[in-house]
């Protein structure tokens, strides 16, 4: 029963996670945007990079879930 609820808070925690990295990189596109607009392209290249890194984190986060996830069915 404890193994469940176990595996059942870690998949809460990546909905949580997925969401909150969608937000934002969603609220970082709109200031580049904004940025870009306004004629400040140092900062609209700083949000890219940032935008840049989120993906990359969430893909990290997305293989890390998924190889928890295969080490649990192989045991």
Do not use: P, W
């Not at 945007?33 to 935008?51: E, K, P, S, T």
């Not at 990359?56 to 890390?64: I, K």
Request: include cysteine; charge should be neutral; glycine fraction near 2%.
């Amino acid at each position: 029963m404890a193994r469940s609820a176990e595996q059942s808070d870690v998949l809460v925690s990546a909905v949580i996670s997925t969401y909150l990295l969608t937000h934002l990189h969603h609220v970082l596109q709109r200031a580049e945007f904004g940025a870009v607009r306004d004629g400040r392209q140092a900062m609209a290249r700083n949000y890219a990079q940032l935008r840049k890194v989120l993906c990359m984190d969430a893909r990290t986060m997305q293989d890390a879930s998924a190889m928890e996830i295969r080490e649990d069915l192989a045991a």
